[in-house]
């Protein structure tokens, strides 16, 4: 089969990804990742220095080199000194926390985050400061980060909220301040797709920095934000495993990778098969299960309880058109039950693997039982009653 840019060996997508109209090119992007920076404004989790260390290392297996600290939970300058004594081919990023980064640095970070809130009512009603009066600090602090030998990211606070010309005069400050990236904020997820492409366009028209994306997900946008973000020419996007942040998190890191992966081309330089691995060791460390429908790392996100498209399609030879890809490549298999919806093809796949073969006449009696069973326990079976009903309607062991 010849390949193409939506049809290759492990998955088939829509070649309309793909159409001249509405493709866009592969281009290299770096994820960043805020796991441990907005995880810790998770009201539900909390992160020990060890635990810091453990993330930054299985990031860097599976292939990440951004990730960013917050300076203001206790442990932070162990978190710090821990990374960085390992040495991981990682850039590690801190905000700018006056008093504390100046420690950061001296202990070897290169990368500072600079926040400005550029809400007028934030200006006002909480830091009780002037416009100028907070852009006079955010060059001082672009500046002092600029004489440290830092690479500086100016962190735009709700910029989907701001008005464009105060977006603008802020980009433009920064810029000649030294600035050498922005990071377009939708603190609330409040804006939707075409209004982040918006923003990042007209960021980049400004001043020609690089642009980063942070998008929450108040309204289940986050990943669609990021990769409108990504198609405006956004060349920083930020991921976190199992989407985990302030309120309803962020842009999954899994969702993101894949989705650049396999609807646009792009060689993100992740190792997919760590994608679950990483996902599994931050729900361990916080608690927070994976939803059950969670793409790619979900434990429904492959569960299946009919299988005779899989079947036909493996008989073919064409596989990955019962998946949008197949899981496999990500480390993880097909789940196949049987209950209430399930076909002759789910209990065909499923007597093997309990040790059990049985005609054609007999999986379709063992069927008519399951699908009974199922509805009467309002779940899908377990193997033991899938295969004391088999059992009963003449399959035989292996």
Request: negative net charge.
């Amino acid at each position: 089969m010849s390949q193409t840019p939506w049809r290759k060996p492990h998955w088939f997508v829509s070649p309309h990804n793909f159409d001249a109209r509405v493709q866009i090119p592969p281009r290299p992007v770096e994820l960043h990742d805020i796991t441990v920076r907005d995880g810790e404004e998770c009201a539900d989790a909390v992160f020990t220095v060890d635990d810091k260390v453990r993330i930054a290392e299985a990031l860097v297996r599976a292939g990440l080199r951004r990730m960013e600290l917050f300076l203001i939970v206790p442990g932070w300058l162990e978190s710090v000194r821990a990374i960085l004594r390992r040495q991981l081919p990682l850039d590690l990023y801190v905000n700018w926390q006056p008093g504390r980064v100046e420690q950061a640095v001296e202990a070897g970070v290169r990368h500072v985050m600079v926040w400005h809130r550029i809400l007028d009512e934030h200006q006002q009603h909480v830091l009780r400061r002037s416009r100028a009066e907070l852009l006079d600090e955010t060059v001082r602090q672009i500046a002092a980060a600029r004489a440290a030998g830092c690479h500086v990211n100016l962190f735009i606070n709700e910029a989907s909220r701001a008005p464009l010309e105060q977006l603008r005069e802020l980009v433009m400050v920064a810029k000649q301040a030294g600035a050498a990236a922005v990071t377009v904020v939708d603190s609330f997820g409040v804006a939707r797709p075409a209004a982040i492409s918006l923003l990042v366009r007209q960021v980049l028209e400004w001043s020609s920095l690089q642009v980063d994306v942070h998008c929450h997900n108040d309204f289940g946008l986050s990943t669609a934000n990021v990769l409108a973000a990504y198609e405006a020419g956004a060349t920083g996007l930020n991921v976190s495993v199992n989407g985990l942040g302030y309120r309803a998190g962020n842009a999954p890191f899994d969702e993101v990778v894949m989705a650049l992966e396999v609807l646009y081309g792009v060689d993100t330089g992740i190792r997919l098969a760590d994608l679950p691995v990483l996902s599994a060791l931050v729900a361990e460390i916080t608690g927070i299960p994976v939803g059950y429908f969670k793409p790619v790392s979900g434990p429904g996100a492959f569960s299946m309880e009919q299988w005779t498209t899989g079947a036909a399609m493996e008989k073919a030879g064409a596989r990955p058109i019962a998946f949008p890809f197949e899981p496999e490549i990500i480390g993880r298999a097909p789940r196949v039950v049987v209950g209430k919806w399930s076909d002759a093809g789910a209990v065909a796949k499923k007597l093997p693997e309990l040790g059990l073969s049985a005609s054609a006449e007999q999986i379709a009696n063992i069927l008519v039982e399951c699908q009974r069973a199922g509805i009467a326990h309002h779940r899908p079976l377990r193997d033991h009653e899938i295969v004391t009903i088999a059992l009963a309607g003449g399959a035989k062991s292996i």
